[in-house]
């Protein structure tokens, strides 16, 4: 690929809420190519999330939605090489890395929580994610804590 960018896949909205995006998460939550499974794992975890907030007036879509904002980063640090010494170059994310960043840190956190099924456990990373804390938000705060830190040498943009 010298010349031409690679075609952007186009990703299916999802039968029940007709979004794409919950359907890129499905895909990061599957195993093994078992799609209908990871799906029924993410509307029962959006079941136990409305059973959870019931007094939220927000649906469960839009709980995941903020809880999926809630863990965004904005910024990271890459390694960029500069006379032989490595240093931590905080950059931007681009918009498409963003949202695969948050999904892969709610995934990854809710599998690393304790509890009896996996819908369980993602209910429970995005009721947290939604208040703002857990695994994912404190991931995220890491990331931008990181980049204040090494703040001086932004001007080693790539």
Do not use: C
Request: proline fraction near 5%; charged fraction near 30%; hydrophobic fraction near 40%.
């Amino acid at each position: 690929m010298r010349k031409s960018k690679p075609k952007r896949r186009v990703v299916l909205p999802d039968p029940i809420f007709n979004d794409p995006m919950v359907t890129k998460f499905v895909n990061h939550l599957m195993f093994d190519g078992k799609k209908s499974i990871a799906f029924d794992i993410f509307y029962s975890a959006l079941e136990n999330v409305k059973n959870k907030l019931p007094n939220e007036e927000k649906s469960s879509l839009e709980i995941w939605k903020k809880a999926l904002e809630n863990v965004t980063p904005l910024v990271e640090v890459r390694s960029r090489r500069v006379g032989g010494a490595t240093f931590q170059v905080p950059t931007e994310i681009r918009p498409e890395r963003k949202e695969s960043i948050s999904m892969k840190n709610l995934i990854l956190y809710a599998r690393k929580r304790g509890g009896h099924s996996m819908s369980d456990k993602l209910a429970a990373e995005i009721v947290d994610a939604f208040n703002s804390q857990g695994g994912a938000y404190k991931r995220k705060e890491d990331i931008h804590r990181m980049a204040e830190a090494n703040r001086a040498f932004a001007h080693f943009k790539f």
